[in-house]
């Protein structure tokens, strides 16, 4: 059994960028974790639907740790790096994770990229022996819209989410005012189109792809 962390900036990047993958993780027995950065506090009039949302998530991933840090969307910015660091290093000592999935430094979304930087102190293998793969996910509607960004997300690792897509799409649909009809960058139509793009690649029907930065064997 491995154990997988997928960091998600903000809810939903967890199920766009990689969650074929893991109700794949999920099938073969591996324990799945999530780790869930930012999110409506108890005082936004969002609370109640979100907590509501994340039970229904929960159950339907069946994490065994569904883990949420309650920062502010929009403003890490404010966050100091040393702070947000630690605070996904706990959690991380905590899970002991085999495998990490991160989101991409190239996003649009400067909470994606902040995220992205916090994530590289967990490289050194000499700090956290149990990690053993890194991988960068991509997300709709974020990565790839960045048209200032000199350098852009290269997949070279291919995972074939074929008896997932439709899993998928059910849990995308949990985030009722996240998914709308295309031409949406994040709608049922674009998440197929993505997953056949990326199955063309690898000689499959659905895939998900990611940037493979780390792996010990």
């Known amino acids: ?18 969650g074929g993958t893991l109700l794949k993780h999920r099938s ?3 324990q799945i974790n999530c780790l869930l950065i930012t999110s409506p506090n108890k005082h936004h009039k969002l609370f109640k639907k979100y907590q509501n949302i994340f039970k229904k998530i929960n ?11 309650n920062l502010e969307a929009t403003k890490l910015d404010t966050v100091k ?4 660091i630690d605070m996904i290093a706990k959690c991380i000592i905590k ?7 991160i989101p991409c430094p190239y996003d ?3 909470d994606h990229k902040k995220i992205y930087n916090a994530m590289i102190p967990f490289t050194k293998s000499f700090r956290y022996p149990y990690i053993k793969e890194i991988l960068i996910y991509e997300t ?7 048209v200032m960004e000199k350098k852009s997300f290269k997949p070279n690792h291919w995972i074939d989410i074929s008896k997932f897509i439709n899993k998928k799409i059910k849990i995308m649909r949990i985030y009722k005012s996240e998914l709308k009809n295309h031409p949406f960058p994040r709608s049922k139509d674009s998440i197929i189109s993505l997953a056949k793009l990326r199955g063309s690649f690898s000689n ?7 940037n493979l930065i780390k792996k010990i064997t």
């Open 59 to 69: 159950q339907a991933y069946k994490f065994k740790n569904f883990l949420n840090l």
């Open 95 to 101: 899970i002991k994770p085999n495998i990490l999935y």
């Open 1 to 18: 059994m491995k154990k997988i962390l997928v960091i998600s900036p903000h809810p939903d990047d967890e199920t766009l960028g990689c």
């Open 28 to 30: 073969k027995g591996d």
């Open 108 to 110: 649009a979304h400067e």
């Open 81 to 84: 790096n040393k702070l947000l």
């Open 204 to 210: 499959c029907k659905y895939a998900e792809s990611f």
């Open 140 to 146: 709709l509607s974020e990565t790839n819209f960045d």
